[in-house]
């Protein structure tokens, strides 16, 4: 209470000060003030790391009795690095004396990610069976197959990369996400079409950012109706050179156009393409239906809905 009284009171007091002050000055004075307070919310500390090879790092956090593991993932684990590689760690903590999710760092010039789980979180893993193919814990089950031990105490990593290598656990691909996938890859091209025949600069721009995200989205909508697990951009593209060239043909010749509507073509053309096991993409006067419901799609309750909308807007 005394805090809020205390709140109050300095609100008060700004506003006095300011009585005769313009609009700039006080726009400017009330943002030197919230940026002071915010200050160590918005904060960075210079990295401790950015001279030491990742093999020292890895020997300093294993001084810390509450670091039981250490995985290197990715490019970093068998040193097949280029100059744009970054290292990517997992620490495994038996404590977490902080709530630390990831640290982004640098380490040994490179930029660093070191991601930190419970104990508790790589036993659950280790008792699951079936993971959901697009969750967090499937992701980084499969990043464990190309990973390198590199500190183990307790063996937990040691014993989730065996896992992972091994066929005792399995993925479940979620239908409801696929249709999710299928309604909002048309939804998108839908409205970008729409906004991109105007003229009016503003919807232009509009259109165009949507561009932007929404032929990125087509590359994880692609992996994610073919249930082909999702292991990151630079695998995806990988995974096309070899299984689909025409894809990547199409989709490099998206990335690079510059002439708005020929851009537009090739997104239409790659989306379509994404979308090809479930069928064509919606004509332009489709009628299509989204349903606010927590559990499964159901074709039945979806097929209810059509005749319900037929039945509202009918002569």
């Known amino acids: 209470m005394q805090e809020n009284s205390s709140r109050c009171k300095l609100k008060l007091t700004y506003g006095k000060r300011l009585e005769r002050k313009s609009s700039a000055e006080y726009v400017l004075h009330v943002a030197f003030h919230f940026c002071k307070?915010?200050?160590d919310m918005f904060h960075t500390s210079?990295?401790?790391?950015?001279?030491?090879?990742?093999?020292?790092?890895?020997?300093?956090?294993?001084?810390?009795?509450?670091?039981?593991?250490?995985?290197?993932l990715g490019s970093g684990a068998n040193g097949h690095l280029n100059p744009a590689s970054d290292y990517d760690v997992l620490v495994v903590l038996s404590e977490m004396p902080v709530p630390v999710s990831l640290v982004l760092t640098t380490i040994e010039h490179r930029l660093a990610e070191v991601v930190f789980f419970s104990a508790d979180t790589i036993e659950e893993w280790l008792a699951t069976e079936t993971f959901d193919a697009g969750s967090y814990a499937a992701s980084?089950?499969?990043?464990?197959?190309?990973?390198?031990?590199?500190?183990?105490?307790?063996?937990?990593?040691?014993?989730?990369?065996?896992?992972?290598?091994?066929?005792?656990w399995k993925e479940e691909h979620d239908l409801q996400q696929v249709w999710e996938a299928w309604f909002n890859c048309n939804y998108d091209l839908q409205h970008t079409k729409r906004l991109l025949t105007?003229?009016?600069?503003?919807?232009?721009?509009?259109?165009?950012?949507?561009?932007?995200?929404?032929?990125?989205?087509?590359?994880?909508?692609?992996?994610?109706?073919?249930?082909?697990?999702?292991?990151?951009?630079?695998?995806?593209?990988?995974?096309?050179?070899?299984h689909d060239p025409d894809y990547v043909e199409v989709l490099q010749h998206c990335l690079a156009e510059t002439h708005r509507e020929r851009k537009v073509d090739l997104y239409q053309h790659l989306a379509a393409l994404t979308l090809a096991p479930l069928g064509a993409l919606w004509s332009y006067d489709a009628t299509a239906i989204e349903l606010r419901t927590e559990g499964e799609m159901q074709p039945e309750l979806l097929q209810a809905a059509f005749a319900w909308w037929e039945q509202l807007i009918s002569p």
């Open 46 to 72: 210079v990295s401790q790391s950015h001279l030491t090879s990742l093999d020292e790092v890895v020997a300093r956090l294993a001084q810390h009795r509450e670091v039981e593991s250490i995985a290197i």
């Open 140 to 168: 980084m089950v499969r990043r464990l197959q190309k990973a390198r031990v590199a500190f183990d105490r307790t063996g937990h990593i040691t014993r989730l990369y065996e896992k992972a290598l091994s066929s005792s």
């Open 37 to 39: 307070e915010k200050s």
């Open 198 to 242: 105007s003229t009016d600069p503003v919807y232009l721009m509009a259109g165009d950012l949507r561009l932007l995200t929404n032929i990125s989205g087509l590359l994880t909508t692609y992996f994610l109706i073919r249930q082909v697990p999702w292991q990151g951009a630079k695998e995806a593209i990988r995974y096309l050179m070899s």
